[in-house]
């Protein structure tokens, strides 16, 4: 859901949840101030980024076999996005991230926006805290998107930085690397 304030709300249909009121009603998973009006928003299947990037044929569907794709349910092609444009000339993709990457990536991202300094002495985490009117009661922040572009600057450091925000994260330098890779290259659409 998209709203004047330039907000993006992320549902899901979770009839077991206690806040759907058995089915009835969507849950709210994440939700963020994307700053833009957006338009247009088309949904697709995607092809995950191990799939599309693989070298030759044959490791692609190795790929495509391990992970249970055609099965009947949660394989490679049943990875749903979707894209949207902003009437700034901005393009957006929203689309699922594995647990064990989006929990690493989420702590990365609050590791480096307190670590780092911000342009402008500006809070790049307060920048996408969604924003409500006066007339709204205050809601609980929602933790479920990761901010890509803020991810983007632990490329940027030289490699003792990295070490360390990765060292206080607990995780490797070649594994954050390897998981912005994948979101740089993005879910190919189908």
């Given at each position: ?7 993006i ?19 709210c ?29 044959a490791?692609?569907?190795?790929v ?8 009947g349910?949660?394989?490679a ?12 000339g ?9 647990t064990?990457?989006?929990n690493?990536?989420?702590a990365m991202?609050?590791i480096?926006?307190?670590?780092l300094?911000s ?11 969604y924003?409500k ?15 890509v572009?803020?991810l983007?600057?632990?490329?940027n450091?030289?490699?003792n930085?990295?070490?360390?925000l ?16 994948m979101l740089?290259i ?5």
């Amino acid at each position: 859901m998209h709203d004047d304030r330039e907000n993006i709300e992320v549902f899901h249909y979770l009839p077991n949840d206690a806040g759907s009121e058995g089915g009835n009603r969507l849950v709210c998973k994440a939700d963020m101030h994307i700053g833009a009006t957006c338009v247009d928003f088309k949904s697709h299947f995607c092809t995950p980024v191990t799939i599309c990037s693989s070298a030759n044929v044959a490791s692609s569907y190795e790929v495509l076999k391990n992970s249970g794709a055609g099965q009947g349910g949660g394989g490679a092609g049943d990875v749903f996005g979707i894209s949207f444009g902003s009437t700034e000339g901005g393009f957006c993709v929203i689309s699922p991230l594995p647990t064990l990457i989006y929990n690493r990536l989420h702590a990365m991202q609050n590791i480096i926006a307190n670590a780092l300094d911000s342009p402008a002495a500006c809070s790049a985490r307060g920048w996408r805290i969604y924003a409500k009117n006066f007339t709204q009661k205050r809601k609980k922040v929602m933790d479920g998107v990761i901010d890509v572009d803020l991810l983007g600057s632990f490329m940027n450091l030289d490699l003792n930085q990295q070490e360390e925000l990765c060292a206080a994260g607990g995780t490797t330098v070649e594994m954050v690397k390897d998981n912005l890779l994948m979101l740089s290259i993005g879910q190919q659409v189908i």
